[in-house]
């Protein structure tokens, strides 16, 4: 099947526009172009756009329970004027503000910016333009892929202004304060909201996903063998692989749980005595079973969100070491490994429910099985830039930062994993540094990264440097200051998800050093707010791209013209010839994929 | 242009839409995965009731194969362009879908006018389970319908004649795959009585 018959309806119409279609413009409209597009470059920007807007308001909501955190006896009059006496009454954040500002903070940032923002941006971006398709298998889904994450988006922010609050029992949403309304505030309405955004924004995965996998093994040009694809492709394809068989699991847990909620069954419950309202009638359900089906897509999870940012950073860091990434059999074949471990090891976050101690002793070792991939991917990032003749663009700084920053949480994450260390460890701080810098920031960072690399392709003009380079140092410094002190305050024990720390004997020591890691929280979120100014001034006033490859790079997307339009290329769909990593070979600086191979060249 | 990718007189590779239906399906298999092994975890555990499947899942089981049949034979005489028989068989196959969520809710009636309660206070999850599987595969079930009324509308309303085998191929393969979604979850359940 062709690119031209997905783009432009079904396959007996081949012959009738066979060939007049190579400047084929569709009548466009301004809804069509911008709103309602299939455009699979217009998709990509919706997605990136409106995870921005999750960025800034789950950030927002960080800054705020930091301010809580940092200044306990504190009252900032003004919070009330702005939030409302719900959130904020006299001037603290009020304990169900805290908890709705918190569990809000984590949905947003895992699912709409680091799934939906991340994946949903550079899968539909980057996969028709590097494996030199027209566009996605199906530019239908794909809208409908990114619609489904709006209404889910609009559902979630709606959430936030009923009178209840939005839901208030952690991202994760365990039972019984998921499932009983009577439970508490956030349990009511705001929960019924946060699971139909929650449903929508997996139809929306699912839809992007399949296309995702569809146009990576059809749709590519001719020459384009799978062991020619940049690595950014093969870690999109693990992750739409991931989201694919993990997010239905996800979706079979939220059904029972609506059942539970509101039709009187017992999946999750059992013997439960509410106050105010007496003992429930359910009986014989179990909360662990919805653990084990939330850590089944929980995990993964954390892949999806991760992949994409490695593979974004392996593309970033050849290009801009001027060398081939180092092993990338090996970096295909981790990926891989990852994936399949992925699914294989999500007990570990239920270590300290009960879990019979020798299955918990089998998924410590598949756990730490997983420090083989990571290793191997560390070494060849490491040894992509040994003796690299670096240019240290924006991009390429993230993306070391990136490597950086997967470093200090990967080991972290060998502590997490011993099932004994765990007992001490779980729910304290120490989980939340972990976790922030190994997935959380990191992510973040392998996403500016691609935003930097690829913002060029986007919109045909340049990010401005220097902020670039403020918005990086900033950015990197801060994140360790902010999240290096929480292991300390987690290995003395300091629990999450506590509303204050300062009335606890055992933590009143650490109210200084709180109040020092929100006040860089506030600074590097002001920093990210200069990111955006950048980023919506540059598409109008940035300096203009003037070559079609600016960075001197292998892969397809940089053969387009700098503003492509819809069906990328005007002519035909350029031929690969090699892999694309040919930088430094035979004494030339970098040899594109569509360079026929010479007779004399040397075997990579 | 063709040539960029693909040359007409080559083997055929897969359509992307036929394909995607595929990865689809496994995401599909997923879900109904996630939910059967919630069962098993559940069943384990004290207070799980024991009852006996409705007899009437046989008929609907014989049903649904009889629809798989027909839409297969719509596929054939759609090639055939016997457009015709190809109205007549895809008319019986929804119809049949139709019959066979009839029977299934039957089914549902039968356990409960036996004393079986599904939802509410005083519900066991055994049942509760029952209901929301077999509930599910229905509205997989519907979908199909849907999507097969979609299909057959299309192939007679667009002005433009549409010789393509293509939309109604990928509906059967669906079709089948419900059907055997619905075997599967016929002797899970029995077995794991
Ligand atoms: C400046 C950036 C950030 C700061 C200062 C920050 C701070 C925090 C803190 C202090 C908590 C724990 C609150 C508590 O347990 O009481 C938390 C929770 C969390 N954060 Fe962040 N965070 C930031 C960025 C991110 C990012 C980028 C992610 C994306 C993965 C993320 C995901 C989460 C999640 C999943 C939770 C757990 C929420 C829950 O307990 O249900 N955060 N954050
Ligand atoms: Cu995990």
Not at chain 1, 270 to 280: H, R, T
Request: charged share 10%.
């Amino acid at each position: 099947m062709s690119n031209e018959a997905v783009l432009h309806g079904v396959a007996s119409s081949h012959d009738a526009h066979g060939d007049h279609h190579h400047e084929h413009h569709h009548h466009e409209t301004f809804i069509s172009k911008y709103v309602f597009s299939m455009d699979h470059k217009m998709i990509a920007k919706q997605f990136l756009i409106t995870g921005m807007v999750w960025a800034v308001i789950g950030g927002l909501m960080s800054v705020l329970f930091r301010l809580q955190l940092g200044y306990p006896d504190q009252s900032f009059p003004w919070l009330e004027d702005l939030l409302g006496k719900w959130w904020a009454e006299k001037g603290h954040i009020t304990a169900q503000g805290y908890y709705a500002l918190v569990t809000t903070h984590g949905t947003v940032l895992v699912f709409f910016v680091l799934t939906a923002g991340l994946s949903g941006t550079f899968a539909n971006f980057l996969i028709p333009l590097q494996v030199g398709a027209r566009d996605m298998a199906s530019p239908f889904m794909n809208m409908l892929s990114y619609w489904f994450f709006f209404a889910a988006s609009i559902v979630m922010l709606s959430s936030i202004f009923v009178e209840t609050g939005p839901f208030s029992g952690g991202w994760t949403a365990y039972p019984p304060l998921s499932a009983l309304g009577d439970a508490s505030p956030g349990s009511k309405t705001g929960m019924d909201l946060w699971l139909v955004a929650m449903a929508l924004f997996v139809v929306s995965s699912l839809l992007g996903g399949l296309n995702y996998i569809a146009t990576i093994l059809n749709m590519r040009t001719k020459g384009m063998s799978m062991t020619r694809l940049p690595l950014t492709i093969w870690a999109l394809f693990f992750t739409a692989v991931l989201g694919v068989l993990s997010f239905p699991v996800l979706l079979s847990g939220f059904i029972l749980l609506i059942f539970d909620r509101n039709f009187g069954t017992s999946f999750y419950l059992s013997d439960i005595f509410v106050n105010g309202v007496g003992a429930l009638p359910n009986e014989g359900g179990s909360a662990i079973l919805f653990q084990h089906l939330f850590w089944f897509l929980g995990h993964p999870e954390v892949y999806i969100i991760l992949l994409p940012a490695m593979g974004m950073v392996s593309e970033i860091l050849s290009v801009n070491a001027r060398k081939p990434i180092f092993g990338y059999m090996a970096m295909i074949g981790s990926l891989f490994a990852i994936a399949i471990l992925a699914f294989l090891v999500w007990a570990h976050h239920m270590f300290v429910t009960g879990l019979n101690p020798f299955l918990g002793s089998i998924f410590v070792l598949l756990t730490l099985l997983i420090a083989v991939p990571s290793a191997i991917k560390v070494f060849n990032w490491l040894t992509t830039l040994w003796r690299g003749n670096i240019r240290f663009t924006p991009a390429m700084m993230f993306a070391i930062g990136f490597v950086s920053l997967f470093i200090s949480g990967g080991l972290t994450g060998i502590w997490l994993g011993n099932s004994a260390l765990d007992i001490h460890l779980h729910d304290t701080y120490f989980v939340i540094a972990h976790f922030h810098i190994v997935m959380g920031v990191a992510s973040m960072f392998g996403m500016f990264a691609g935003v930097y690399h690829w913002y060029p392709k986007m919109y045909g003009r340049y990010l401005n440097n220097t902020l670039g380079y403020i918005h990086f140092w900033i950015t990197m410094i801060g994140a360790y200051l902010i999240f290096w002190p929480m292991h300390y305050e987690g290995l003395a024990g300091m629990p999450r998800r506590y509303y204050d720390y300062s009335i606890w004997e055992s933590f009143k020591n650490f109210v200084e050093l709180n109040r020092f890691i929100s006040t860089v929280a506030m600074i590097v979120f002001a920093v990210q707010i200069l990111f955006l100014l950048n980023f919506f001034y540059s598409i109008w006033k940035g300096r203009k791209v003037t070559s079609q490859n600016p960075w001197g790079s292998n892969t397809l997307e940089w053969t387009a013209p700098i503003h492509p339009g819809h069906g990328n290329w005007p002519g035909e769909i350029p031929e690969v010839h090699r892999w694309a990593y040919d930088y430094g070979k035979d004494g030339r600086e970098f040899i594109p994929q569509t360079e026929a191979v010479g007779a004399d060249e040397s075997h990579h | 242009m063709m040539a960029t990718t693909m040359n007409p007189n080559e083997p055929k590779r897969i359509h992307p839409h036929k394909f995607t239906l595929w990865v689809a399906m496994g995401s599909i298999c997923m879900m109904f995965a996630g939910l059967t092994s919630a069962y098993i975890v559940k069943k384990n555990q004290a207070n799980f009731q024991e009852f006996d499947l409705p007899k009437i899942f046989w008929y609907s089981t014989f049903v649904i194969l009889l629809s798989s049949l027909t839409v297969q034979l719509a596929v054939a005489a759609f090639k055939a362009r016997e457009m015709g028989r190809y109205k007549k068989l895809i008319t019986v196959t929804a119809l049949l879908g139709f019959v066979f969520a009839a029977l299934q809710v039957t089914g549902f009636k039968d356990l409960s006018n036996h004393g079986i309660q599904f939802l509410g206070a005083g519900s066991n999850a055994a049942a509760s389970f029952l209901l929301v599987i077999v509930g599910l595969h229905m509205l997989h079930m519907a979908g199909g319908v849907i999507v097969l009324l979609i299909t057959f509308v299309r192939a007679f309303a667009t002005k433009t004649r549409n010789y393509s085998s293509m939309p109604i191929e990928i509906v059967s393969v669906y079709w089948h795959f419900v059907d055997v979604l619905w075997l599967y979850l016929l002797v899970f359940f029995i077995w794991i009585r």
